[in-house]
């Protein structure tokens, strides 16, 4: 397959591929694929949803690696000594930084209360209230796209300063794509147009009325923003011979740490990245809508994929590896 056959192939889709805004692949250090669909260019940026997370992954090194956090095992407790834990939780003090990144983290009930946070003055102190229950650390898979939440919380109190700041100043500026800026408005008719609304949207990140950003959703990016981030970590953390985050926290973070299930199509879990094979270096940061950080280190290939909100696309690793690798491989 050549470009014009996958641009074809989108342009005329009404299945899965039909919502992809923008595609961009970067294979040893250099641009070798870039194309938009829907009026999209490649300056522009959207809600990645889930793929925020992969970034709060790497915001958590950073902040380790700097000496903000001791290490993953440092109770998140420590980092809320004027929080006011609810009478009779116990498990609430039991719980570490590792256990966010990995998903293991234990909630109070069955499904995540995004009324009772989003329509919160703080959405951090919102879901602690949630963290912990009588069943203590089970070590059980959870995904909780609230509770990544509380590791904004942390980034903040650690280094004291906004978690967006500390990302422009030593994540996106140092890989010379634009600053963030906080979204400013968090109406649940405005949190309802930013999942919906299917125009580009400004290098923006969603943000509480504290003006902490959203850590388990709702970072904008261009597919480019994607592929740059894919770079960084197909580099072991090196970009333009400048280090941006250990290749030890790297390492650790890309680890298969949980085998998944059926529902994430039994793929394994490092700290908020996705293996998706067993014997393969392929890894991934997956949001909705099929947005995507993909990394191949056998090929030395990242792929940034965004799309806009299309139900019950999850993972477009496979996509990528029949359609886009092979126009890559076209491309040199």
Known sequence: MNKEQLHALISESTGNESNICQIYAIKDGDKVYDDCWHGFKTEDAMNVNSVTKGVMGLLAGIALDKGYIRNLDQKVMDFFPDYTVKRGEKTIYDVTIRHLLTMTAPYKGKSEPWKKVCTSPDFTLAILDYLGGRNGITGEF??????????????????????????????????????????GDSSKEDQFDFFMNKNPRKYEWYSDPQGCVTAGWGLCMSAKDMAVIGALVLNGGNFNGKRIISEEYLNDMLAP??????????????????????????YAAIGDSGNIIYVNKEKYVSVGITGTFKPRIFDRVEFIEKKVLPVVENAL
């Open 142 to 183: 959870r995904y909780a796209t609230l509770g990544i939440q509380i590791l904004a919380g942390i980034i903040e109190r650690a280094t004291g300063e906004k978690c967006i700041d500390f990302a422009n100043k030593n994540l996106f500026e140092p890989l010379g794509l634009p600053k963030r800026i906080p979204h």
């Open 257 to 282: 740490h949980i085998k998944l299930g059926e529902r994430f199509g039994y793929m394994n879990y490092g700290y908020l990245w996705y293996k998706p094979y067993d014997d393969r270096d392929v």
